[in-house]
């Protein structure tokens, strides 16, 4: 269950968490308004993003820095960056940004809403 008070710092933890171990479980995020772009990739929608998830490799994500805002329409612009390594690889900079709408009272998984997800490795 997640907290009615669950923090933006603490929806990112758990999800990336989730993206190491139970990617599955991360669907439970979206719905079929939501879009992730990924390297310029669309993702949009439930069945799409699930797919992308599903198949990406298996990665060691270390979130560095963690930026947030309240938009005016309730929903939280969360802004990462941070270092992704792929298994014996050396670590790439990244930034992923979530439009995230979280749960204000009570409920689980679902009454968190990620309605939009970039991700971009940051060229060095």
């Known amino acids: 269950m997640v907290s009615s008070t669950m923090t933006p710092r ?4 758990r999800y990336y968490v989730q993206l ?11 719905t079929d308004a939501s879009v ?8 949009r929608g439930l069945a799409a993003i699930g797919k992308h998830l599903a198949n990406l490799p298996k990665l060691g994500i270390e979130p560095e820095v963690i930026s947030e805002q309240r938009t005016p329409f309730g ?3 969360i802004v990462i960056t941070g270092r992704l390594r792929h298994e014996d690889q050396r670590a790439v900079p990244f930034t992923e940004t979530f439009l995230v ?3 204000e009272t ?5 009454d968190t809403v990620v ?10």
């Open 75 to 77: 929903a939280e612009l």
């Open 10 to 13: 603490e929806f990112i933890e």
């Open 20 to 30: 190491q171990d139970d990617r599955a479980a991360l669907t439970a995020y979206y």
């Open 115 to 124: 309605h939009n997800q970039t991700f971009f490795f940051i060229a060095g």
């Open 106 to 110: 009570g409920g689980d998984t679902g």
């Open 101 to 103: 709408t979280l749960p």
């Open 36 to 43: 992730l772009i990924a390297k310029g990739k669309e993702n």
